[in-house]
Structures are given as C-alpha cells and as structure tokens.
C-alpha cells in the first residue's frame, strides 16, 4: 500500500514553501533579543508592572505591562517570570532600584517615541531598571487575541526567558536537571496563540489578513502607563 494517497499531496506548491524570516517579533515564539530599558509602571491601585523596550534583529519594540502586583497589593503571577530573569542574569533583586532618567536619552528616547506610537502619554522623566540594560536573552512570547466591544485586540504577553544557550533559571538553582531541559519542552508549544472563547480561528485569520504591516510596538491593547 502506497505511503501516501493523492489527496496527501496534492498541494505539492504549498508543501515546498519557505516560512519568509521576519525581523520582527509578530508570532508567539521563542526570541533571541536585547534588553534596552525596564520601564517601570504604575496604575491608579500602585500596581507595579514592567515595559521592556528590547532590540531584535536591529528593530526596537516594546512588550508591555509584565505585572508584578495585583491592585489589591498582593504579587501576581507573572511576578515569578521577572524573578527568573533576574536568576538568569544573577542580579541580586534586593539591590535593584529604580532610576529616574530623561525620555530624551537614547535608548528612553525611543520607549518614549514608540509609547506615543500607541497614543500613550510619557513624562519627561520615567524610572527604569538600569541593571537588566544591555542583557541579551531568549524569552518565550505568546500572541493573544481577544475582543472588546466588538473589536479584536491583539497583545504579547511575555511567558519565560533563558540565557542565551538556553538555560532556564530552574536548571541554575538545581543542577539536577539537565540544562536545555525546559527550553526543550517550551518548544514544542511556543508557537501556539491563545485565542479567548469568544473569538473563533475564523475571526483571527480574517483579522490578521487585515492588519500583517509590520510595528514596532507588538501591540493592539494600550500599555498600563501611569503619565
């Protein structure tokens, strides 16, 4: 019996394309970047959440509001992903401070530029975290989809980061696991949105055929900026 009946490949045309490489971060995936600032947030309630302006492939853009307080005070969850960036990275979080700077220095300038982008209002001074500038490391991104008032947002949410080789920040405090081990099993679902209940794949493809020009701001939703 034959592998393979003719409706199995039948688009021989389709099968053989190359996926086109993107300079930009546009898909739920795994990313080789550079972190050029950690801007630090706060909402009405004093929650805290960070922006990280980074660099991939020579283009800048931002991802948004990774929350380290609920509004009621206490931590959210994502708080633990920043936590392993600084494990990654060995940065003592109890020394880390938050630093006033000038939006008109490079690389603020362009958080500023690319804020306003988004219809955001920026201070002339904003805090930043300067300890984590300049750091090069893979972090794991998700593409959202959701609809508000019968409009489809679109947003990235950081999930995870790794060094460079792929260390996860478990595999530095165990040294019983093997390193590479979580970077491996992320894999294998980094590519997959998360679409919410009330949108259906139908919508999203129609939805992303309208709107595939590049940004440098990966973001449909408004960033939880205070100024």
């Not at 700077?101 to 804020?115: E, G, I, L, M, W």
């Not at 998700?142 to 478990?170: C, L, M, P």
């Amino acid at each position: 019996m034959a592998l393979f009946s003719k409706n199995d490949v039948a688009d021989i045309n389709e099968a053989v394309k190359v996926k086109e490489f993107s300079p930009y971060i546009g898909e739920s995936g795994i990313y080789d970047i550079t972190i050029e600032a950690v801007v630090v947030s706060r909402n009405d309630n004093k929650a805290r959440s960070l922006n990280f302006l980074y660099d991939y492939n020579s283009n800048k853009g931002i991802l948004w509001g990774l929350k380290l307080d609920n509004n009621d005070g206490k931590a959210n969850f994502e708080r633990n992903i920043f936590i392993r960036l600084a494990t990654i990275l060995g940065v003592d979080l109890l020394k880390v401070d938050e630093v006033a700077v000038a939006t008109d220095r490079d690389p603020y300038f362009t958080y500023k530029k690319n804020a306003e982008a988004a219809k955001q209002l920026v201070a002339p001074e904003i805090k930043v975290l300067q300890d984590f500038e300049g750091a090069k490391v893979k972090v794991r991104v998700r593409r959202e989809f959701s609809k508000y008032n019968g409009q489809i947002k679109k947003k990235f949410t950081i999930q995870d980061f790794y060094t460079t080789e792929g260390v996860h920040a478990s595999e530095i405090l165990d040294k019983s696991i093997p390193e590479g081990t979580q970077l491996a099993k992320d894999e294998k679902y980094a590519h997959q949105d998360k679409i919410d209940k009330s949108l259906t794949k139908e919508e999203v493809e129609a939805f992303l055929n309208g709107s595939k020009a590049p940004a440098t701001t990966p973001s449909t939703d408004k960033p939880n900026l205070p100024f």
